[in-house]
C-alpha cells in the first residue's frame, strides 16, 4: 500500500510539473489571432498534455527503476546472510572434526612413543602400522586446515562492507599467514620408515632420544585445537549473542566466549586447564629425562606419575627438590611449566577472591541481618541490665546491714557496666543502615546515569521526529503550491473555454 500511494504521489507531481511547463510555455496560440481564429490553440494544448504525459512516464519509469534496486539490493543481502550462515555451519563441522582428529593423531603418536620405549627402542609391526595411521591423520588434518583457512577468509570478504579492491587477497591476509604457521605446527610428525636416534652428552651423563620421540613430544602441542571449539558450542557464541555483540561493536569469537566462561563460570574453564597443563608438561619431561636418569635409581621417570609430581610442585613454586631435571630440554620444559604455573595460580587467586565476595544483593541481605541480629542482641541486655539493677537495689535493701555487702554489690555492679556496655554497642551497631553511604552514592549515581541516557535517547529521537516533520511541512507546502498553481492553471482553462463557447 506504502507503494502504491507512493507512485500516485509521483503521478500526481508529474502532473503537476506538466501544467507548470504548459503556463510557462508561449500563451500566443492561447489567444484569438489578428484573424479571429483558434487553430494554433488546440495545436498547444495538445503539445502541453503530450509533454505532461512524458514527464508522467518519466516519473513512473524513475519510480519503477528505483523499486527494482532496493528490491535487487534486499536479495542480494539476504542472499550474503545465508552464504555466511551456511559456512559457518560448514565451519563448525569441519572444526569438530579437526579437533578430534588432531587429538587422535596425538594420542596415537604418544602410544607409538611408549611402544617404542617398552622395546627397548626397537619397531615392530604395530608401531608402523600405528605411524602410518598418524600420517594419514596428519594430512587429512592439513587438508582441512587449508580448507578452514579459505572458507573463513570467504566469511571475512563477505562481512566487510568495503570495495572489492579494497579486500586484500588471500596471500596477503591474515588468514593465509595463520594457516601457514597452523600448517607448519600440525605437519609435525613422525612418518612410517624413518629411523633417527639424536645422542647428546650434557651435565654429566648422556641423554639418548628417538626422532619419533620428539615428534611425538611436538605433536601435544596440538592442544590449541580445542579452543577452536569454544567458537561453536558455548551460548556467548551463539546467534543471539553474535547478534548483541554487532550491535556494540565486538565479536563473538573464541576469545569473548573464554572471557565470558571465565566471568561467570571460572571452574569451567580453570581445572581443564590445570589438568590439561599437568598431563602435557608430565609427558614431555618424562620423554626427555626417562632415557637420561636410568643411571639414578632416586630420579626414575619411567613411572609417569614421577614426572607429573615434578610438574605439579614446579606449577605451584613449591620444589621439594625429591624430583628435578637433569637435561637441558627438561630443564627447559620445567620453566615454563612454573611460568605456565604462575599465570594459572594468579588466575585461580583472582577467581576465589571474587567467588567470595558479596553481590549487591547478597551485601544488603548480610548487612540487614546483621542489623536485626544487633538488635536483638541490644535488646536482650537492656533486659538483663534492668533485671540487674532492680535485684542490686532489692539486694541492698534487703542486705544492707550485712558486712559482706559490699563485695557482692561490686559484683553486680561490674555485671551492670558490661551489660550496659553491650547494649550500647549493639544499639550503635544496630543504628548504621543496611547500605553504606558510598554504595547509595553508587546506586544514586548508576540511576541518574541511567535516567540521563534515557532523556538523551528521548531527545535524539524528538530532534529526529522534528527533521521529519520539517521535511514532510515542506514537501508538504511544495505539493499546495503545486495545486495552487494547477488550481489556477484550470481556472485560466475554464475562461478560455467559456471564452470560446
Known amino acids: 500500500m506504502a507503494a502504491i500511494r507512493a507512485g500516485l504521489l509521483n503521478q500526481g507531481l508529474g502532473q503537476f510539473h506538466g501544467l507548470n511547463y504548459y503556463k510557462n510555455s508561449n500563451f500566443q496560440g492561447r ?100 605411524r602410518a595411521l598418524v600420517t594419514l591423520t596428519t594430512i587429512i588434518l592439513l587438508v582441512m586446515i587449508a580448507i578452514h583457512a579459505m572458507l573463513d577468509y570467504k566469511i571475512f570478504k563477505e562481512k566487510r562492507e568495503a570495495p572489492e579492491e579494497d579486500v586484500p587477497d588471500f596471500i596477503f591476509s591474515n588468514n593465509f599467514w595463520i594457516m601457514i604457521i597452523e600448517l607448519v605446527l600440525n605437519a609435525v610428525h613422525c612418518p612410517p620408515g624413518v629411523h633417527k636416534v639424536f645422542v647428546s652428552e650434557q651435565l654429566g651423563g648422556t641423554l639418548t632420544v628417538s626422532i619419533n620421540e620428539v615428534c611425538a613430544a611436538i605433536m601435544l602441542l596440538r592442544v590449541y585445537l580445542l579452543v577452536k571449539l569454544f567458537r561453536y558450542y558455548t551460548k556467548w ?83 621439594y627438590g625429591d624430583f628435578f631435571p637433569r637435561t637441558h630440554i627438561g630443564r627447559f620444559i620445567t620453566v615454563l611449566a612454573c611460568i605456565w604455573g604462575i599465570f594459572i595460580i594468579s588466575m585461580m587467586i583472582v577467581t576465589l577472591s571474587n567467588f ?5 544483593e547478597e551485601d544488603r541481605s548480610f548487612e540487614y541481618m546483621k542489623k536485626v541480629k544487633a538488635l536483638k542482641a541490644s535488646r536482650r541486655y537492656a533486659k538483663l541490665y534492668i533485671k540487674k539493677q532492680l535485684e542490686r537495689y532489692l539486694y541492698y535493701r534487703k542486705y544492707k546491714l550485712d558486712t559482706d555487702v559490699n563485695l557482692v554489690m561490686e559484683e553486680m555492679n561490674l555485671l551492670i557496666k558490661f551489660y550496659f556496655k553491650k547494649f550500647k554497642e549493639n544499639r550503635d551497631e544496630a543504628k548504621f543502615s543496611d547500605i553504606s553511604a558510598a554504595e547509595m552514592l553508587t546506586v544514586l549515581n548508576e540511576r541518574i546515569n541511567m535516567q540521563v541516557y534515557s532523556i538523551r535517547k528521548h531527545l535524539n529521537q524528538a530532534l529526529k521526529i522534528n527533521e521529519n516533520l520539517n521535511v514532510a511541512v515542506s514537501s508538504q507546502n511544495k505539493i499546495k503550491e503545486n495545486l495552487d498553481s494547477s488550481i489556477k492553471h484550470l481556472q485560466d482553462l475554464r475562461r478560455i473555454t467559456n471564452f470560446i463557447s
Open 237 to 319: 557464541t551463539s546467534i543471539h549473542s553474535k547478534k548483541t555483540c554487532e550491535t556494540y561493536g565486538a565479536q563473538a569469537n573464541w576469545l569473548f566466549s573464554i572471557k565470558s566462561i571465565l566471568k561467570v563460570q571460572p571452574f569451567y574453564i580453570l581445572i581443564p586447564l590445570i589438568l590439561i597443563s599437568i598431563t602435557i608438561f608430565s609427558i614431555s619431561v618424562r620423554i626427555f629425562e626417562r632415557h637420561f636418569a636410568l643411571s639414578s635409581s632416586s630420579q626414575d621417570y619411567s613411572y609417569i606419575w614421577n614426572s607429573a609430581w615434578l610438574v605439579m610442585l614446579t606449577m605451584t613454586t613449591v620444589g
Open 356 to 360: 567470595i565476595l558479596f553481590t549487591n
Open 31 to 130: 489567444h484569438p489571432s489578428e484573424d479571429g481564429g483558434f487553430e494554433s490553440q488546440s495545436e498547444s494544448d495538445s503539445d502541453d498534455s503530450s509533454v505532461g504525459s512524458r514527464l508522467v512516464q518519466r516519473q513512473s519509469q524513475n519510480y519503477a527503476e528505483n523499486i527494482a534496486s532496493i528490491e535487487k539490493r534486499r536479495v542480494l543481502i539476504t542472499k550474503k546472510h545465508q552464504f555466511i550462515e551456511k559456512t559457518e555451519k560448514n565451519l563448525k563441522i569441519l572444526d569438530t572434526f579437526i579437533v578430534l582428529i588432531g587429538i587422535a593423531g596425538t594420542i596415537a603418536a604418544n602410544i607409538e612413543s611408549e611402544m617404542y620405549y617398552r622395546n627397548n627402542s626397537e619397531d615392530n609391526d604395530y608401531s608402523a602400522g600405528i
